[in-house]
């Protein structure tokens, strides 16, 4: 099976700008959640959604969002980029619920801010 | 809020040296914990799970790891690692309640020489 996909892989902007980052979860998978990898941070959650609705959110200002789509592919939108925003953003993808339904990761898109 | 703690940063370890990755997590209820591994160049892999029942979990690649709720411990283990074993792990924690994230360590660089 096809895993996540996630697109650009670089992608490169500078200050004030606004990025768009794109996710395919694994077919059968309703649930997508974005993470952040900045270094020497970890993995922090960003948000998650289920279903075409926005489940939980993580400690991130509001210039973060993004939305799920039909076909439960997702975006992540970032407005008003500031030079810490750099980082590596991971997708996820599970079937519909948590506890028992581990989350399976794409290769990412590495975001540079000049 | 529960945290996820992964006390070393970097590890190095000869080929055929055992191993062992520590991490502690805060919350009080009822998680389910995993390991995540991620390859040079690779995205996020899962190494194992532990939901309930036996506490010494088995996973891919001969790696174990042992929940010890009193310790809140869910320590990574290999007894003779490899030079492909070259990695990042990441231990994380799910709230078995709820709709909540998967909250992870930092991570645990491992370095396997020859």
């Known amino acids: 099976e096809a895993g996540v996909t996630q697109s650009p892989t670089h992608l490169i902007k500078t200050r004030g700008q606004q990025a768009t980052l794109r996710c395919s979860p694994i077919?059968?998978?309703?649930?997508v959640y974005w993470y952040q990898q900045a270094l020497g941070l970890g993995l922090q959650f960003l948000l998650w959604?289920?279903?075409?609705?926005?489940?939980n959110r993580g400690n991130f200002p509001p210039r973060f969002s993004g939305r799920q789509f039909p076909n439960y592919s997702s975006e992540l939108n970032v407005n008003a980029l500031e030079l810490e925003d750099s980082a590596l953003y991971l997708c996820?993808?599970?079937?519909?619920?948590?506890?028992?339904?581990?989350?399976?990761f794409g290769d990412g898109t590495r975001l540079s801010i000049l | 809020a529960q945290s996820v703690s992964q006390h070393n940063h970097h590890v190095i370890l000869s080929e055929a040296a055992s191993l062992e990755l520590g991490c502690n997590y805060s919350?009080?209820?009822?998680?389910?914990l995993f390991w995540y591994v991620q390859y040079p160049g690779q995205h996020l892999q899962l190494l194992l799970k532990?939901?309930?029942?036996?506490?010494l979990v088995k996973g891919i690649k001969g790696f174990e790891a042992e929940f010890i709720k009193s310790k809140f411990s869910f320590n990574l283990r290999k007894p003779s690692v490899q030079w492909s074993d070259t990695a990042e792990y990441f231990c994380?924690?799910?709230?078995?309640?709820?709709?909540?994230?998967?909250?992870f360590g930092k991570g645990t660089r491992l370095s396997v020489i020859a």
């Open positions: 996820a993808s599970s079937r519909k619920g948590l506890g028992n339904q581990p989350q399976h």
């Open positions: 077919s059968g998978h309703t649930s």
């Open positions: 959604y289920d279903e075409g609705e926005e489940r």
């Open positions: 919350y009080g209820g009822t998680v389910n």
């Open positions: 532990y939901f309930s029942g036996d506490p």
């Open positions: 994380a924690l799910l709230r078995n309640s709820g709709n909540t994230p998967l909250v």
